[in-house]
């Protein structure tokens, strides 16, 4: 909804319910903090001018406003009410991601300001296992996130004979029981009203077993419970898996929220999947320039091309030149396979180890346990070898 306002017009004052966001489409908009009861006085954060908008965290993380905002001059806003935000974020990747960019460089830590000294911490004792996570992504929908997962978690322990966890991620509509084909009774959702998260108590029913010697802890099993999954229940139970498996392999969900943003930041190695087409290509982009705008370390993070067919792909030395990168692997495309398995609830690369998909998921695994090792995962496909990047909230932009 645009509005039009005067200037010296407070928008919303310091304590104030989040209901809105704002974008400026012309005039200017003051961000002040720790202003006086008429508005007066404070810190200056910003100024805001047209193409800028503000209020966008309070209402992502449904907090009271931060600051105060007041027009400097007549001003032409839109307003986005928090009930159409989430619409919003969801239908619109490019707009999430410039926010998510925006949001980025505006909340940066400076690196100037001096750092207030940290209590002494007790010296803890180092575990026993330092577990690998590895963390598998994509803002593209159908990419295969859940196939590669449950897939490569079964090979990781085939390859290394270690312990693998799978981590259902994906809050909402999490599918690893229907791929595992197991039934499970204790979810994210019960985990969430655990007081104190610990290893022993996961292995009290939350950890599943499987018949592919790879356990795996589910999302909730309705996508309203998901609410309750926040960034601190998935970090606690992240670190304590990784004490007690080799590799802890988490499904992620494509919108950039905060859930999705830890995994990714805790995550040893993450990789991206994307399709073989124009609009992959372009989330693809995305989400590397956000990789970029966060500082994820470049060597922990690897693109992969899945569903590759020569007779109607973008060609991989074309997405690879789009994309200014190499691919880290090529996955041939097998429709067929794929859901035969995940309908008789068995995986593919135990029914079927000898299909083609089977065998270079097979060679993506020990690439990664093995860096040095050669693999013709890509050749094989028509392509080379790549690896791109990710990470802070709602997110992609242009």
């Known amino acids: 909804?645009?509005?039009?306002?005067?200037?010296?017009?407070?928008?919303?004052?310091?304590?104030?319910?989040?209901?809105?966001?704002?974008?400026?489409?012309?005039?200017?908009?003051?961000?002040?903090?720790?202003?006086?009861?008429?508005?007066?006085?404070?810190?200056?954060?910003?100024?805001?001018?047209?193409?800028d908008f503000f209020g966008e965290m309070g209402v992502i993380e449904d907090s009271p406003r931060s600051a105060t905002a007041i027009c400097l001059e007549d001003s032409q806003l839109l307003v986005v009410k928090r009930s159409d935000f989430d619409n919003l974020m969801a239908l619109n990747p490019g707009i999430a991601m410039k926010i998510m960019v925006t949001i980025t460089r505006r909340y940066k830590p400076d690196p100037g300001m001096a750092v207030a000294p940290q209590p002494q911490?007790?010296?803890?004792?180092?575990?026993?296992?330092?577990?690998?996570?590895?963390?598998i992504n994509s803002i593209t929908g159908g990419a295969g996130v859940t196939t590669l997962v449950c897939n490569m978690g079964y090979e990781?322990?085939?390859?290394?004979?270690?312990?693998?966890?799978?981590?259902?991620?994906?809050?909402?509509?999490?599918?690893?029981?229907?791929?595992?084909?197991?039934?499970?009774?204790?979810?994210?959702?019960?985990?969430?009203?655990?007081?104190?998260?610990?290893?022993?108590?996961?292995?009290?029913?939350?950890?599943?077993?499987?018949?592919?010697?790879?356990?795996?802890?589910?999302?909730?099993?309705?996508?309203?419970?998901?609410?309750?999954?926040?960034?601190?229940?998935?970090?606690?139970?992240?670190?304590?898996?990784?004490?007690?498996?080799?590799?802890?392999v988490v499904d992620t969900y494509s919108l950039m929220q905060e859930p999705v943003l830890t995994i990714l930041e805790l995550a040893d190695q993450i990789i991206y999947l994307m399709t073989p087409d124009i609009p992959a290509m372009k989330n693809c982009r995305l989400w590397m320039e956000l990789v970029k705008q966060l500082e994820f370390p470049?060597?922990?993070?690897?693109?992969?091309?899945?569903?590759?067919?020569?007779?109607?792909?973008?060609?991989?030395?074309?997405?690879?030149?789009?994309?200014?990168?190499?691919?880290?692997?090529?996955?041939?495309?097998?429709?067929?396979?794929?859901?035969?398995?995940?309908?008789?609830?068995?995986?593919?690369?135990?029914?079927?180890?000898?299909?083609?998909?089977?065998e270079r998921i097979a060679e993506l695994a020990r690439k990664i346990v093995k860096p040095g090792e050669a693999t013709a995962a890509a050749t094989s496909t028509g392509g080379d070898s790549i690896w791109g990047s990710f990470r802070k909230r709602f997110g992609l932009g242009g």
Do not use: W
């Not at 908009?29 to 954060?45: A, C, F, H, M, W």
């Not at 911490?121 to 963390?135: C, S």
């Open 298 to 358: 470049e060597e922990k993070i690897k693109v992969v091309i899945n569903k590759y067919d020569p007779r109607g792909s973008v060609d991989v030395k074309a997405i690879e030149e789009k994309l200014a990168t190499k691919a880290f692997a090529v996955l041939p495309y097998d429709y067929n396979s794929v859901v035969d398995c995940i309908n008789k609830g068995v995986l593919l690369n135990v029914a079927k180890p000898k299909d083609p998909l089977a």
């Open 156 to 248: 990781l322990q085939k390859v290394t004979n270690g312990r693998v966890c799978l981590v259902d991620g994906s809050t909402q509509f999490g599918d690893l029981p229907v791929f595992l084909d197991v039934i499970p009774k204790l979810t994210l959702f019960q985990l969430a009203e655990e007081t104190d998260v610990t290893i022993d108590m996961l292995n009290k029913g939350y950890i599943h077993k499987t018949n592919f010697a790879v356990d795996f802890v589910a999302a909730p099993m309705k996508p309203e419970q998901a609410d309750v999954i926040t960034t601190d229940l998935l970090r606690v139970l992240i670190n304590s898996l990784r004490t007690e498996y080799d590799f802890v």
């Open 121 to 135: 911490q007790p010296v803890q004792a180092k575990p026993q296992r330092e577990g690998t996570v590895i963390a």
């Open 1 to 51: 909804m645009a509005v039009k306002q005067t200037a010296g017009t407070v928008l919303f004052k310091q304590g104030d319910e989040s209901n809105a966001f704002y974008i400026v489409q012309s005039g200017k908009v003051r961000i002040v903090q720790n202003t006086n009861p008429d508005g007066s006085g404070g810190r200056e954060l910003a100024v805001l001018k047209d193409g």
